[in-house]
């Protein structure tokens, strides 16, 4: 299993923008399928989208397309989330998780998660 330690994440006002940040270590980070997910309070956890292990390419659910997107660092075993024009609903914890599945929009999916970040959105 990958072991993954998030960073970034705040509080920012809506139309701001912020980078999160899951560095992976104890096994081949280009190996796993990097995903992506949200929790808000009193709401199950959510897709948001992930990076593909074998292409690199990348998915993302439909509230977030156009915002958000996803990028892997191979050479330094890290994933990133850049997230634009943030909105109050965005407000949640997000978490980054790695997956053995080639494409993974599924919280079953995935094996190893980092441990959450929090994003806070004012109106």
């Known amino acids: 299993q990958v072991h993954l330690v998030q960073s970034g994440g705040g509080s920012v006002q809506a139309g701001g923008s912020l980078r999160l940040s899951c560095a992976a270590s104890?096994?081949?980070?280009?190996?796993?399928?990097m995903g992506w997910f949200r929790q808000a309070r009193g709401k199950e956890r959510e897709f948001v989208g992930y990076?593909?292990?074998?292409?690199?390419?990348?998915d993302y659910a439909d509230s977030v397309k156009g915002r958000f997107i996803i990028s892997r660092d191979n050479a330094k075993s890290t994933l990133y989330l850049d997230i634009n024009d943030l909105k109050p609903e965005d407000t949640a914890r997000y978490y980054c998780a790695g997956s053995w599945y080639n494409f993974a929009r599924n919280v079953d999916h995935y094996e190893s998660w980092g441990q959450g970040t929090q994003v806070s959105v004012s109106s």
């Open positions: 104890g096994d081949t980070f280009s190996s796993y399928t």
């Open positions: 990076s593909n292990r074998v292409h690199g390419s990348t």
